[in-house]
C-alpha cells in the first residue's frame, strides 16, 4: 500500500457524517411544528367545543364550553409564553440549549396528552400554561 492510498483512507475515516447534522434539523423543525400547532390549537378546537349542535355522524362532545371560556383556553398559553420565557434563558445557561430542548421534549408529549385524554376544561386549561411555559423555553434557546 503507498503512502497516498493511507493517507486517503484516513481522511475518508475522518470526515464527519452529514447523519448527525440531519437528524438534529429534523428534530427542530418538528419542535417548530409542534409550536405552530399550539398556537393554531384555539382557532380550530374553540369553535368545535362551542358548537352546540352535532351531526348525526359525529359523537356528543363531553365539553362544551362558552365564549368566556374560550377567550380563557387561547389566552392560557401565552401567559405561560411569559413565564417560560423569562425562564428559558435561565435554564439554557444552567444545561444548555441541547439539554433545555431535550428536557422539553417530554412535557410536549404531556400536553398534547392531556389535550387529548382531558374530559374537563380545566386539565385543557392546564395543559395550554404547560405548553406555552415549554414552548417560551424552546423560543428562548433560539
Not at 390549537?41 to 362544551?64: C, G, H, W, Y
Not at 362558552?66 to 417560560?84: K, P, Q, R, V
Request: negative net charge; proline residues 3%.
Amino acid at each position: 500500500m503507498s503512502c497516498t492510498e493511507e493517507k486517503e483512507k484516513l481522511e475518508q475515516k475522518n470526515v464527519p457524517s452529514a447523519l448527525p447534522q440531519l437528524l438534529c434539523a429534523i428534530a427542530l423543525s418538528f419542535g417548530s411544528t409542534i409550536a405552530g400547532g399550539w398556537m393554531s390549537f384555539s382557532s380550530v378546537a374553540i369553535p368545535k367545543m362551542m358548537r352546540n349542535t352535532t351531526d348525526d355522524l359525529e359523537e356528543e362532545d363531553n365539553i362544551q364550553i362558552d365564549l368566556h371560556t374560550g377567550s380563557w383556553i387561547a389566552s392560557l398559553f401565552f401567559f405561560g409564553n411569559i413565564i417560560g420565557c423569562l425562564l428559558g434563558g435561565f435554564v439554557n445557561q444552567r444545561i444548555g440549549a441541547r439539554r433545555a430542548y431535550l428536557c422539553s421534549a417530554p412535557l410536549v408529549c404531556l400536553t398534547w396528552a392531556m389535550i387529548a385524554l382531558s374530559h374537563s376544561v380545566w386539565m385543557i386549561l392546564v395543559s395550554r400554561v404547560i405548553s406555552g411555559l415549554v414552548f417560551g423555553v424552546f423560543q428562548a434557546n433560539g
